[in-house]
């Protein structure tokens, strides 16, 4: 392994083992990077030379860590106590923070801030201007863009498209067990729900849900899930209104 590229050196004697054969080194810049890096200033672990892009302004800061094939690139950041592992792609101008873990075949590009305990996995897409964090779960090949926002303890899986910050609806605290049901968009503007390991459509959850629990709490997720569906319903129908004032003017 390279100790070095022109961009940024690893530190001697500064390492740390995540897993048998697995060392990762710190890292201490060689050069200005952006605004906020001087010549000589500590970053932090990084595998190999290939989860850090040699150009650009990528950096990855405090006690983060990128290992495996991921990479971070462009001008995005990673700092905190994130973990960026697998074959996870931090791009652009992303921005990932706190103890969020992106792992797997993520991507988080654009202008995307992931931050606080989120997970992304699996082939989760979170890019644009999205804003992910809390303890919110992206996988799957769920997609989070636009100006979306999730958060608390929000899951977004399958096949979610949620291009919008009206277009999920979440509720904590509910069902026998107190945890987090979470409706969004997924292709063709369909809805979908999340509550524990169930994902699947709104009838199918209503199915099992009026099959599993009493009335009262059967009554319950019903009424929250008329109310997801009647907000996601009128923001789906607004960004249509908008889309057609665009092709007007």
Known sequence: MSLHTSKYEFVPGDEIIIAPGRTLKRIRALVAISNFVRPGALGGYIENVKNLQASGNAWVYGDARVSGNAQVSGDAWVSGNALVFGNAQVSDDARISGNARIFGNALVSGSALVSGGTEASGNAQ?????????????????QV?????????????????VSSDGFIFWASK?????????VYTAKANTLQVARGCFIGSVDEFLAKSKAKHDDQTHLEYRLLIEVAQSRITRAIAK???????????
């Open 126 to 142: 979170i890019f644009g201007d999205a804003w992910v964090h809390g303890d919110a779960q992206v996988s799957g090949n769920a």
């Open 145 to 161: 863009s636009g100006d979306a926002q999730v958060y608390g303890d929000a899951q977004v899986y399958g096949d979610a498209m």
């Open 174 to 182: 509910v069902g026998t067990t107190n945890k987090t049901l979470t």
């Open 239 to 249: 960004a249509r209104e908008v889309r057609r004032e665009r092709k007007i003017i």
